[in-house]
């Protein structure tokens, strides 16, 4: 098999390189106002769209499982395209984030946040159920903006100048970051504290994972929320923050989803989280990552 070409392996400055590249397009981001930056990462996304026809084909493969003949070939392409471009701007937001905590009284608005005070008052904490909709990383503005204590599980990047940069934006919003490598002991931690700790459950799980469906077909989901659940108390609240408007935002909490079943209860209660997220990404399919290989052989 042909390994791929990586600059990182003929070049040992290159981390620095592409670090201090990655800067200066934050600082260019920074410079601009929200609806120029926005549209400049979505024709970035457009463009991008066109010169990856392997990721257009997982996309399309993707919606047909979704939708199935509900939807013609060009109006999936266009979801497909949209996602696209959701993708850069949300990685362009994220950049932007010293920029936004400026403004973000005046962009964010908030709907179900009494459902975490409710939570919260049984004492046990809060599992922010989490994917890839929408501008996934601005849910660091609950803590910011609403005082939840909240952490958030993340993996380690392969550039250590950009992941320690990536680390240090999160906390700007007051937001926790715990390493994947030690996540158990950090989140139970959390929890104990009666504090919220945020999961990704989008993408696929590998073998660690529980096979449920995800829009009518088996897929492997990861069951971490599901079992930290079981084992603490904590209650299963998916939350999500979608954008209405280049620059406008909203963050949604969702009721709480309680864990079910008998013997089955870790498969049964994530097939629930899935078919939550499923509700989501239909309301807001050009806002989920469609290009993501979410179904893959369960061998």
């Given at each position: 098999?042909k ?7 003929f ?5 620095l ?17 929200v ?9 970035m ?13 997982v ?6 499982i ?7 070939v060009p ?18 937001e994220?950049?932007?984030m010293p920029?936004?905590i ?29 994917s ?23 993996r380690e ?17 007051n937001?926790?970051?715990?390493p994947?490598?030690?996540a ?14 945020a999961?990704?459950i ?10 449920v ?40 909490i969702r ?15 994530t ?19 469609w290009?993501?290989q ?6």
């Amino acid at each position: 098999m042909k390994r791929k070409f990586k600059p990182r392996d003929f070049f040992p400055g290159w981390s620095l390189v592409e670090y201090l590249l990655l800067r200066g397009f934050a600082a260019l981001v920074n410079g601009l106002p929200v609806t120029v930056s926005t549209w400049i990462a979505r024709s970035m996304g457009g463009f991008v769209f066109f010169l990856l026809p392997k990721r257009k084909r997982v996309a399309l493969g993707n919606l047909t499982i979704a939708y199935g003949d509900s939807l013609t070939v060009p109006e999936k392409e266009k979801i497909a395209q949209e996602s696209v471009r959701n993708f850069a701007t949300s990685l362009m937001e994220f950049f932007r984030m010293p920029s936004m905590i400026e403004e973000a009284q005046k962009r964010f608005e908030f709907e179900g946040t009494e459902i975490l005070d409710h939570v919260f008052a049984k004492g046990k904490g809060a599992i922010l159920v989490i994917s890839h909709l929408g501008s996934w990383e601005y849910l660091g503005f609950l803590p910011y903006l609403k005082g939840y204590p909240c952490s958030v599980v993340v993996r380690e990047t392969r550039n250590p100048y950009i992941y320690k940069w990536i680390q240090q934006l999160r906390m700007e919003t007051n937001l926790n970051p715990i390493p994947k490598k030690s996540a158990v002991r950090g989140i139970l931690s959390e929890l104990k504290k009666n504090h919220l700790v945020a999961i990704l459950i989008d993408q696929w799980a590998g073998r660690e994972g529980v096979i449920v469906d995800l829009f009518n077909k088996p897929t492997r989901t990861t069951s971490i929320p599901v079992r930290l659940a079981k084992r603490t108390g904590a209650a299963l609240v998916p939350g999500y923050c979608l954008r209405t408007a280049p620059g406008k935002y909203k963050i949604i909490i969702r009721p709480e989803i309680s864990v079910e079943g008998n013997s089955d209860w870790e498969q049964a209660t994530t097939q629930k989280l899935n078919r939550s997220l499923e509700k989501e990404i239909l309301a807001y399919p050009q806002q989920w990552i469609w290009t993501h290989q979410r179904w893959k052989h369960l061998s």
